[in-house]
């Protein structure tokens, strides 16, 4: 029974999806304003986890995860510069330019999409059924906005359009931000003649500050931008329809900016909108927060240059329990690395295992029982792991395998390469780990039957100087 501990409810349930063997799932991905920090794909990599886990257990995943490249503004509130634009500013400031263009503002947004991509690419990171762009979404967003005004949950103003907490008795059910507490928590100024200092922006008018606000796009209430939260609320019906069974996320998320998107979608379509809020904790710089701002993130270029692979850091990341917060060391990572060699050299000795007629060992169903237990309670991949060196163990005892022995050492392997994504044998053999990365999704391509996909891909590998061969035994790599 899969089990996983959900945000709302504040505690452990059965998960079941509302279409049977079907799940529709939502992460809200980056703001493309510059390159993230480990801690900020971290959040991405449980995402992946939990994709990669619901399809070892026959689950079908639909996946959609954004690109925020509008309406985020500095601070994550209402006023402030849209962190993309200011981007673009900032390069432009350089160049000696005082003015930005609409093309200033997509180039960055691009520029840092790409760059994502290709980071998730490093981390081997499935790709989502769709990846919506926010800027490419707004007609979703105004309709939206358009019901919540007529149903009296959000009015206008000068500035904008806000929804107005008071109107929605659930507000702060997620984050236990309700409204009791915050209107006995500091004195918030009331600004942008808001009826109450929680309510947020769906809409911002490019008046006022905003009067240079480069994408604008026209609407009931003039020239504007949509507000971040509504972003995701728009995305996510489009793509996904109004009920989703998983939405995911960092901490950090849960409020303002997921409280705002239960309550936009909530008093806009049918309740509950999400069933299963699942978040990520966020990750320490030693004993220190991660931020810009300190002056401590690493990005995952970074982690190359101190000579580790992407996949070990992935490890690492997954190697520890989501809801802990885990302090990124150094040591923690060369740990994680030895522990990814070590696992990846015992699954390159059992792949070229020759049976035996008659041994001692015996078949590790057990073990591969207590694997999809850790896994099945809420993910408890340190737990998991520790079946994975047991079974080891048990391997190094005894080198002498018969057939069903072998089978189902060979079986566990493939359960464990599906789950956490960083084990390729071959690697071993100096195939740099981004080849490993393109031959499994390649793998995936020609499994979903995405023969596109697989020919797009290979063509890839050659222009990296691979030449891939498929076999009975799957593909097969030579250096051109
Ligand atoms: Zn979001």
Redesign the pocket.
Known sequence: MLRFYNTFTKKEEEFVPAEKGKVRMYT??PTVYGRPHIGNYSSFLMADLIQRWLEVSGYEVTLVK?I?DVGHLVADADSGEDKVEKEARRIAAEQGRKEITHEDVIAVARQYEAQYIADEHLLNLREPAHRPRASETIEGMIAIIQKLVEAGHAYETDDGLYFSVESFADYGKLSGNTLDKLDAGARVEVKEHKKHPADFALWKKCVGSNSHHVLRWPSPWGEGFPG??I??SAMSQAFLGPQIDIHT?GED?IFP??EC?IAQSECSGPAPFVRLWIHKRRIDMGSQKMSKSLGNVLSLSDIQEMGYSPLDLRYYFLSVHYRTQLKFTEKGLEDAKKARRKIMEWMSAIDSTVPVSSSSGHAISESIQHFNDAMNADLNTPAALAEVFAAMNLYYQNMQLDTDCLTSYLEFIKIIRQTFGCFYPEEVQDIPAEIQVLLEQRETARKDKNFEEADRLREELEQQGFEVRDTDKGQKLTRM
Do not use: F, L
């Open positions: 809200c991905g954004n925020t971040w939260h972003e995701c996320g998320n900016h997921h998107e």
